[in-house]
């Protein structure tokens, strides 16, 4: 069973481009979590999804993100026009369920790193 | 603002003892999770705790929570050059969609 992949695991993109970011989950698992991880900080959770559904979004800057879990292929989190300020590593977490709000262990991918030059 | 806090941010120990984590958090929870990061890697679930438990082990690992003072901490028992790694909390609280809220983290540096 493999773990969760994300590609790239490394992406440059110059000011004003658009970057797309791809996590495909464990399988078995409908639930991908989308994190951002600036620089000697924590986790920063930015949307939730199931399947074709966007459970959570509170996260997510209001302008020039969006993201997806189409019914087939990965979850893909996009970021247009592209800013600095978006260099960071995106990190993609799966779970199994959530029943009722009670958590079960997520697994992370490696992430992938933006620079934005 | 964060859920949760960690502290010390930083910890440098040697190789044979023990190092503890602590992570204070603002609102009533779920549960609360560990994480283990390496440099430039995914995070690596280490254990959960549920809002009802107290205390939990998982080998060299024993996490303690104390919903009173709305604090949790991580203990490494004997710890080893590879515990060097960033060790986050994070907490779910109940009646959210799942998402975790994760704090600053606690570098942790094991010199051998």
């Known amino acids: 069973n493999a773990g969760v992949m994300q590609n790239p695991r490394h992406l440059v993109r110059r000011r004003g481009q658009e970057a797309r970011l791809r996590c495909s989950p464990m399988?078995?698992?409908?639930?991908v979590y989308w994190y951002r991880q600036l620089p000697e900080e924590g986790l920063k959770f930015m949307v939730y999804?199931?399947?074709?559904?966007?459970?959570?979004e509170s996260g997510m800057p209001k302008e020039r993100f969006s993201a997806e879990f189409p019914k087939e292929g990965p979850s893909i989190l996009r970021i247009q026009q592209v800013v600095r300020g978006d260099s960071a590593a995106y990190f993609c977490?799966?779970?199994?369920?959530?029943?009722?709000?009670?958590?079960?262990?997520?697994?992370f991918g490696q992430g992938t790193r933006l620079t934005v030059v | 603002s964060q859920q949760g806090e960690e502290d010390p941010q930083a910890l440098s120990i040697q190789e044979g003892e023990n190092a503890t984590m602590n992570c204070s958090y603002k609102t009533s929870i779920n549960n609360l999770q560990w994480y283990r990061q390496n440099s430039g890697r995914g995070l690596v679930h280490l254990i959960l705790?549920?809002?009802?438990?107290r205390e939990k082990h998982s080998g060299r690992l024993r996490v303690t929570l104390d919903t009173s003072k709305k604090s949790s901490s991580l203990l490494i028992t004997a710890s080893r050059a590879a515990d060097t790694a960033s060790y986050f909390c994070a907490t779910a609280f109940s009646g959210n969609t799942g998402k975790l809220i994760f704090g600053q983290g606690t570098t942790l540096q094991v010199k051998p």
């Open positions: 705790i549920r809002s009802n438990e």
């Open positions: 399988k078995g698992h409908s639930h």
């Open positions: 999804l199931q399947k074709e559904n966007i459970i959570d």
């Open positions: 977490a799966s779970s199994p369920n959530n029943r009722g709000g009670e958590n079960t262990e997520a697994f």
